[in-house]
């Protein structure tokens, strides 16, 4: 069954242009903002591999269906998972997470470790 898609003559809010005007157009020109954003994308990707390590963590991942693929899908980095969108968020989010949550000094803290 395939509906009709009815689209709206309102035009989106003013935040959600600027915020599309900015990403679009805003040119990033300082090499330690770029520095600083590949040492974050580093350490989220370290954490995310490590949590892999931990079976509370392993449980939780994967498709609903176990042993299912969805073709073409959001890969879950260190697995051989291929997933839909929703669940990928969720898998990959679980893995970044998983070392801040269950890290018993962080959690005292809320320091969130950023190796550099």
Same mark, same amino acid.
């Given at each position: 069954?395939?509906?009709?898609?009815?689209?709206?003559?309102?035009?989106?809010?003013?935040?959600?242009?600027?915020?599309?005007?900015?990403?679009?157009?805003?040119?990033?020109?300082?090499s330690?903002?770029?520095?600083?954003?590949?040492?974050?994308?580093?350490?989220?990707? &370290?954490?995310?591999?490590?949590? +892999?390590?931990?079976?509370?963590?392993?449980?939780?991942?994967?498709? !609903? %269906?176990p042993?299912? /693929?969805?073709?073409?899908?959001?890969?879950?980095?260190?697995?051989?998972?291929?997933?839909?969108?929703?669940?990928?968020?969720?898998?990959i &989010?679980?893995?970044?997470?998983? +070392?801040?949550?269950?890290?018993?000094?962080?959690?005292?803290?809320? !320091? %969130?470790?950023?190796? /550099?």
């Amino acid at each position: 069954m395939s509906h009709e898609v009815k689209r709206s003559n309102q035009n989106p809010d003013q935040v959600l242009v600027d915020i599309a005007n900015y990403v679009d157009h805003f040119e990033i020109k300082s090499s330690l903002a770029y520095e600083t954003a590949r040492n974050c994308l580093i350490d989220t990707l &370290g954490c995310g591999l490590e949590a +892999l390590g931990y079976p509370a963590c392993t449980k939780l991942l994967g498709p !609903v %269906i176990p042993g299912s /693929t969805v073709p073409n899908g959001a890969r879950i980095p260190g697995t051989e998972y291929e997933l839909d969108p929703i669940n990928a968020a969720f898998n990959i &989010g679980a893995m970044i997470r998983w +070392l801040d949550l269950m890290t018993p000094g962080l959690q005292q803290s809320g !320091v %969130i470790p950023l190796i /550099t």
